[in-house]
């Protein structure tokens, strides 16, 4: 069964920084690309950034680009997102999902993990 | 970037009936369209993808259509757990979303 765990959300202050993890298992975690989605509270849903199963190919929205990276550790099935410099904007809940294919862009978004909230505030 | 319309914004339906939501995009993304299910409170689920390719363990009374700009989801008969948002994607390069479509009970 797959299974995504993400954990690191919290309240941050603006221009803050958290890393988000994401405990995978299930799967043969270096075969598949993954994502980070980000829902804000009551709004819908977009994708912020991917990576390579490999792990040499990242993926950034513009929205984020400069703040936010993304990385994976193969090894311990862990995915990262470094989001610095935050913004209020980036308030919501992360999910850490994975994409039916290894490459990047994200596709098909085939497991989703339960989220992790941000919470961006003064 | 390529925008995702749905519509309508809300859907009211019985149990049992068949529901028909729609999903256009500003610029041909061919079959690269995938459909979702978000319940309050919980992650979204993938249901279709490729257009009209159901995922896994995703019951046969979803199913999509469509190709190029124009894409349906139909659910046949609407049961108590299928009330829900429903989102649209394309992944034609950048992944993008749709506003969703709430399916409620009529």
């Known amino acids: 069964e797959v299974q995504l765990l993400e954990s690191g959300g919290g309240l941050v202050q603006p221009g803050g920084s958290l890393r988000l993890s994401c405990a995978a298992s299930?799967?043969?975690?270096?075969?598949?690309?993954m994502s980070w989605v980000r829902q804000a509270p009551g709004k819908g849903l977009e994708c912020v950034s991917g990576?390579?199963?490999?792990?040499?190919?990242?993926y950034y929205a513009d929205s984020v680009k400069g703040r936010f990276t993304i990385s994976r550790d193969n090894s311990m099935n862990t995915l990262y997102l470094q989001v610095n410099s935050l913004r209020a904007e980036d308030t919501a809940v992360y999910y850490c999902?994975?994409?039916?294919?290894?490459?990047?862009?994200?596709?098909?978004?085939?497991?989703w993990g339960q989220g992790t909230l941000v919470t961006v505030s003064s | 970037e390529i925008v995702m319309t749905q519509s309508p914004a809300t859907l009211s339906v019985s149990p049992g009936e068949r529901a028909t939501l729609s999903c256009r995009a500003s610029?041909?993304?061919?079959?690269?369209l995938a459909w979702y299910q978000q319940k309050p409170g919980q992650a979204p689920r993938l249901l279709i993808y490729a257009a009209s390719t159901r995922a896994s363990g995703i019951p046969a009374r979803f199913s999509g259509s469509g190709s190029g700009t124009e894409f349906t989801l139909t659910i046949s008969s609407l049961q108590s757990e299928d009330f829900a948002v429903y989102y649209c994607?394309?992944?034609?390069?950048?992944?993008?979303f749709g506003q969703g479509t709430k399916v409620e009970i009529k």
């Open positions: 299930g799967f043969t975690f270096s075969s598949y690309a």
């Open positions: 990576i390579s199963g490999s792990g040499d190919s990242t």
């Open positions: 999902v994975k994409d039916l294919t290894v490459v990047v862009p994200p596709s098909i978004l085939d497991y």
């Open positions: 610029q041909s993304v061919s079959s690269k």
């Open positions: 994607q394309h992944y034609n390069n950048w992944p993008g």
